[in-house]
């Protein structure tokens, strides 16, 4: 079993939607995260939740909407998204705040 | 300020050659680590390799190791006899800290491209 999965890997949504992307970790970690890809620049790192509670907001717009309901699933749900939203949905998890993050395939998300 | 910059938009090497990604990072805090991952188009992030602020050697794994200057912050991925698959982007990334040190910062990426 891949250590990080993500599901869908690509999503195309209108902006009226209301759509969820979903992250496993089988590698027994206690933090997870999401960050944003964007075309030519840095990750941003969006949530991070640490034993099942976020721990880090970076100032995210309310139509994202994160969930950590146990240690091993993330959500992040999305409504009213814009254009500008569209981009690589990264999903990480690490053993511990400082331990190396390990990443999931992404979701690429179009936002029409 | 940035706290990583990579410098190299893309970088070619011929297959089997070495080749040297650069990064600088910028911090106070005595206590990071320093990562580099390499992202194929498929999109996924791969870790290859990380380099605590208090580890006396360079980090090695495999064919990638670390060039870590600590006094001039750098910390440069060297891939020795490149292959085909090595195509892809990579990102260096520091962590400060230690306690809730949680964020990881990512530069913008080197583009490297192996020619056979």
């Known amino acids: 079993e891949t250590g990080v999965t993500q599901t869908p890997r690509h999503l195309v949504m209108g902006m009226t939607n209301k759509k969820s992307l979903k992250c496993e970790q089988h590698l027994g970690h206690n933090a997870m995260y999401w960050y944003k890809q964007s075309a030519k620049k840095p990750l941003e790192l969006m949530f991070v939740?640490?034993?099942?509670?976020?721990?880090e907001n970076n100032s995210v717009p309310s139509r994202f909407s994160p969930e950590c309901p146990n240690s091993s699933h993330l959500f992040l749900h999305l409504h009213t998204l814009q254009p500008e939203d569209s981009a690589l949905y990264l999903c990480?998890?690490?053993?511990?705040?400082?331990?190396?993050?390990?990443f999931g395939p992404g979701t690429r998300l179009l936002v029409l | 300020a940035q706290k990583i910059t990579q410098t190299q938009p893309g970088m070619f090497v011929q297959e089997k050659e070495a080749v040297t990604l650069d990064c600088t990072y910028d911090t106070s805090d005595p206590s990071y680590g320093l990562f580099w991952y390499k992202q194929p188009s498929s999109g996924e992030m791969i870790f290859l390799i990380y380099?605590?602020?208090?580890?006396?050697q360079n980090a090695t794994e495999g064919r990638y190791s670390l060039n870590f200057q600590k006094a001039r912050k750098s910390a440069n991925l060297v891939i020795s006899a490149s292959q085909l698959g090595d195509s892809a982007m990579y990102f260096c990334?520091?962590?400060?800290?230690?306690?809730?040190?949680?964020?990881?910062?990512f530069g913008t990426g080197t583009r490297l491209t192996v020619i056979p």
């Open positions: 990334a520091m962590r400060e800290g230690w306690v809730g040190a949680n964020n990881l910062f």
């Open positions: 990480a998890s690490s053993r511990d705040g400082r331990e190396t993050q390990y």
């Open positions: 939740y640490s034993l099942e509670e976020r721990v």
């Open positions: 380099q605590g602020s208090y580890d006396q």
